[in-house]
Each structure stands twice: as structure tokens, then as C-alpha cells.
């Protein structure tokens, strides 16, 4: 499979969020909800691509990241309109329930 969401770091979102709306998922290795969401969001960015920048975050690589943006549990969906959060998704979910969310805020 194509991987069409990229890991990048914290100071690279700040970069790019200036630029477009910007779909993050903040993740952890360790954490088994954030490894099942990620083919889901994976596909997702694929079937989105062009409307917005899909990207990872590692909380545990970059810690200010995520406190700076309130993430205290993960997986977190977070999308970037403008330069600030728009809206944020929690935990786990199957596609078509993120796709929905995602075509809110994108």
C-alpha cells in the first residue's frame, strides 16, 4: 500500500499548517488503537488527496507538539484550517465514521 500520510516533526507541523488545511494524527508506536487507525487514515488521505496535507505526529518524539495542542490521549485527530485547530477526533473509529468527520473540517 502507497503511504500517503507522512511523519513529520513537531516544528515541521508549525511549518506547515501556515500553508493549508492540514489533517494530524498524533500517535505512538506503542499504542494499539493509533497502529489500527493508521490504515484507516492511510486510505482515507489517499481517496482525500489534494484538499488537504496528511501527517503524523509522535507524541513521544515530540512532546511539546502535543502539549501545545491539548493532546493528552492518542490517537487524536486533529485538523488545521488556517493556521489553528479546527476540529479533533478521539480514539479509534472506522473509516466511514472519519471520513465523516474529516469532510466537516476539510
Known amino acids: 500500500m ?16 501556515k500553508k ?13 488503537p493509533c497502529r489500527m487507525l ?3 487514515l492511510d486510505g482515507i488521505a489517499g481517496e482525500m488527496s489534494g484538499r ?14 502535543a502539549q501545545r ?3 493528552m490521549s492518542i490517537p487524536n485527530v486533529i485538523v488545521f484550517r488556517d493556521g489553528v485547530p479546527a476540529g479533533n477526533h478521539l480514539g479509534y473509529v472506522p473509516a466511514p465514521t472519519l471520513k465523516a468527520f474529516l469532510e466537516k473540517y476539510i
Open 38 to 40: 493508521a490504515p484507516v
Open 69 to 71: 495542542y491539548g493532546v
Open 20 to 32: 493549508g488545511p492540514v489533517v494530524c494524527d498524533f500517535w505512538a508506536d506503542w499504542c494499539g
Open 2 to 17: 502507497a503511504k500517503n500520510v507522512t511523519e513529520i516533526s513537531g516544528a515541521q507541523l508549525e511549518e506547515l499548517i
Open 52 to 65: 488537504a496535507t496528511f501527517v503524523k505526529v509522535d507524541v513521544d518524539a515530540n512532546p511539546e507538539a
